[in-house]
């Protein structure tokens, strides 16, 4: 309880919240048998048997109580990303977290990327050419912060146990739950382009993003970077040109990555920013020179 008080203590403090992804593994104690607070997570199979070289998803599913958030990826000005580690049967292999498209929050009274919506993260596990038989146990350590008011780091070890058999089979009841995750996956954007106007570390960000012609107005936008070359605080700004192009420009993160060849992020609109009503997707124009 000595390590939630400091947490508490200093949560309103922007220095403590900034290397909360140190801090937060340090304020948790293992207390799997208590409840977590403030959301409700569970590990999901789409399959409910496995067979030799196959690729399947699992998916850790995310309800958030009533005020509560967590975070994305890239959390921005302040906050820690959800983690997964795996410990895996011999010869398998886990591919990276698929990251639902992230939506605006607020702690400390600083934005933040995260997710308010209850959402679910896909991982691809792979089995190898040859499997025992009998069952295969998977564990996934995850550990989080929901945060409110006041912000609750956690970690609990997730077990899916799945039988060896000649086919691999689907898991029926949840083809809804993983379908709607991978819609929820930001895509590459097709008839957009984004250029960059400022190079490699430069401390403003300036690029240009395109809509494909005859795309009705997007609304307004909003940009999540990837790796965090740009943070949720402050804004950027975004200004619509009078061919259609809008021009951004944004400080660099404080934190941002170095040398970094490229800008990965997301595009949201508030209107269709795609054909067929997606009104997200995923860009990534090169720096000048690369």
């Known amino acids: 309880m000595w390590g939630m008080n400091v947490c508490k203590e200093w949560m309103g403090a ?16 293992a207390r799997a048998e208590e409840p977590t607070q403030g959301v409700d997570l569970a590990l999901v199979s789409s399959v409910r048997s496995v067979s030799p070289s196959a690729t399947f998803a699992v998916g850790l599913t995310i309800h958030h109580h009533p005020g509560f958030h967590t975070y994305w990826k890239n959390p921005g ?11 895996l049967p011999e010869g ?3 591919g990276e977290v698929r990251w639902p498209v992230p939506e605006m929050s607020s702690m400390a009274g600083h934005p933040v990327f995260g997710y308010v919506r209850d959402v679910t993260l896909l991982v691809d596990l792979t089995a190898p050419a040859e ?28 077990t899916v146990t799945l039988p060896v058999a000649d086919e691999t089979v689907a898991k029926e009841e949840v083809k809804e739950l993983f ?15 984004a250029t960059l106007e400022s190079g490699v570390d430069g401390k403003q960000i300036v690029f240009q993003v395109t809509p494909p012609a005859g795309l009705a107005d997007p609304g307004a936008l909003r940009v999540y970077s ?13 200004t619509k040109q009078e061919e259609g192009t809008y021009r951004i420009e944004v400080p660099r993160a404080d934190f941002s990555p170095k040398g970094e060849g490229s800008l990965p992020f ?16 995923f860009l990534e124009p090169e720096y000048a020179g690369e």
């Open 226 to 238: 990837y790796d965090g070359q740009i943070s949720s605080d402050p804004e950027p700004v975004i």
């Open 179 to 193: 379908a709607k995750a991978e819609e929820s996956i930001p895509l590459p954007l097709e008839g957009w382009s």
């Open 131 to 158: 499997l025992p038989e009998g069952e295969l146990e998977f564990h996934a350590d995850v550990s989080w912060m929901a945060c409110s008011n006041a912000c609750h780091p956690d970690n609990r070890r997730f």
């Open 14 to 29: 922007r220095v403590f919240l900034r290397v909360i992804a140190a801090v937060a593994l340090a304020c948790i104690s």
């Open 92 to 94: 398998f292999t886990a």
């Open 266 to 281: 997301v595009l949201v609109g508030e209107n269709a920013i795609e054909e067929g009503g997606k009104t997200f997707g």
């Open 77 to 87: 000005a302040v906050g820690y990303p959800i983690q997964m580690k795996w410990e």
